[in-house]
């Protein structure tokens, strides 16, 4: 299984983007999808999270109403979709796939750097 994740780049307060994450298996073999980012000095934390069966969204308190988890099935794809973004936004970004019943696998993506200038 193979997570390629693109979108990233620079963009000024207030800006936009959107991250793609494409998968090499149907997004439906997963139990769940999702975004996490990591910035420097600190851990790794979920941005947000959907599970491929149910359509629920989880997302960080600190990213509520600002971005956008969604998923194209047609495309193995999913996406985040990042408004208003804030310097402290500014991490390397991971998509997720979970994947598994009694035994959960996790698969990670290789990260893509959003970077928010003031």
């Known amino acids: 299984v193979q997570l390629q994740a693109s979108g990233g780049g620079l963009v000024q307060a207030g800006g936009s983007l959107r991250l793609s994450c494409a998968a090499s298996i149907s997004v439906s073999t997963f139990n769940a999808m999702g975004w996490y980012r990591q910035a420097p000095g600190k851990q790794r934390e979920l941005v947000a999270t959907?599970?491929?069966?149910?359509?629920?969204?989880n997302y960080a308190n600190s990213v509520k109403g600002r971005f956008t988890i969604s998923r194209d099935n047609a495309k193995n794809t999913v996406y985040l979709q990042m408004n208003s973004l804030k310097p402290e936004d500014t991490a390397v970004y991971y998509c997720?796939?979970?994947?598994?019943?009694?035994?959960?696998?996790?698969?990670w993506g290789q990260g893509t750097l959003v970077t928010v200038s003031s």
């Open positions: 997720s796939a979970t994947a598994g019943s009694i035994y959960y696998t996790v698969y």
């Open positions: 959907e599970s491929t069966r149910s359509g629920n969204t």
